[in-house]
């Protein structure tokens, strides 16, 4: 099992942000992820928050081995024309450590801060809608030199992206997904699929066994649609982004073990942490995150 974190986009970077992803490099982590959006909810609102790829090119040069991504980029406010060529160019910048972990997007601030007089935020009819178009779309600009698209959403006119990635045939995309469209874009053009869990369990007070169920459906749902693919679900990597369940896996070393082991047992390839922000929903202790990125993956080979 892997194990991966995320750098949320809070510090400057000549006043931490280079030693936090250098530190993230240091302690062994597969991937160091960053949240993609213009702002986030409370308390980060009105702080410091920073791009996330710019942010990514950074980390690029302040490392050499890690893996480093996006969780997650969305529609909400990117075009696949201007993305694809920031990819190309970060993939290039970082010598192909490149993951795009990618999703429909949802509500809140990236959904509203672009919209004209008079304009409403997308349905989630209508985000799918997009993703679908957005998804098929970019994965054609990073694998073919000279694209022309005229869809319903998004267009591109001999859009040229050469050299293309060093990642052939492209950067490989984590597509972020729990409902059937989103799940069966993740069976045709995904390298992983992400999940965090189901939203409702927790805003209607379950437990963690109740997690792990509806984690458990969606898993055997994502099986389903890659059959009917022509796709072998265990060749398509599954991923966690913790912090959304009711589990408490960063308590302390044995609890995350104890957590790890039965996410690995329901088929969980990658076990995305959080690094810790006091004063936040991601607030632990940082000797014991630490002891978890270093102790942990020895445990759970």
């Known amino acids: 099992m892997r194990l991966s974190t995320v750098i949320l986009p809070v510090l400057r970077w000549a006043e931490g942000g280079r030693e936090r992803w250098r530190r993230a490099e240091e302690l062994g982590f597969h991937t160091a992820y960053t949240y993609d959006h213009l702002s986030w909810r409370e308390p980060f609102r009105d702080g410091t928050w920073f791009g996330a790829l710019p942010t990514l090119t950074a980390a690029a040069t302040a490392t050499g081995r890690i893996r480093l991504g996006t969780l997650v980029t969305s529609p909400n406010f990117r075009h696949p024309v201007t993305l694809a060529k920031e990819l190309i160019t970060l993939d290039d910048v970082s010598g192909g450590r490149i993951t795009l972990g990618i999703g429909a997007g949802g509500t809140g601030y990236d959904a509203t801060v672009l919209l004209g007089p008079g304009e409403r935020p997308w349905t989630p009819r209508e985000r799918a809608d997009r993703f679908g178009e957005f998804l098929p779309l970019l994965d ?108 408490r896996p960063l308590a302390s070393l044995g609890a995350f073990v ?44």
């Open 140 to 247: 054609r600009l990073l694998t073919e030199g000279a694209v022309t698209h005229r869809g319903e959403y998004y267009s591109a006119h001999e859009a040229r992206t050469v050299p293309g990635c060093v990642q052939r045939p492209r950067v490989p995309f984590a597509v972020a997904a729990t409902g059937p469209r989103g799940m069966r874009l993740a069976a045709r053009y995904g390298q992983a699929w992400v999940t965090t869990g189901d939203p409702k369990v927790v805003a209607a007070g379950g437990t963690a066994e109740d997690s792990r169920a509806a984690i458990r459906a969606q898993l055997e749902r994502l099986e389903r649609i890659c059959a009917e693919e022509g796709r072998d679900a265990a060749g398509l990597p599954k991923i966690l982004l913790t912090g959304f369940t009711p589990d």
């Open 258 to 301: 104890d957590f790890a082991g039965t996410y690995r047992e329901l088929g969980i390839d990658e076990i995305v942490l959080h690094w810790p922000i006091d004063g936040t929903m991601f607030e632990a202790d940082p000797e014991v995150f630490e002891e978890i990125a270093t102790e942990a993956p020895g445990q759970l080979s």
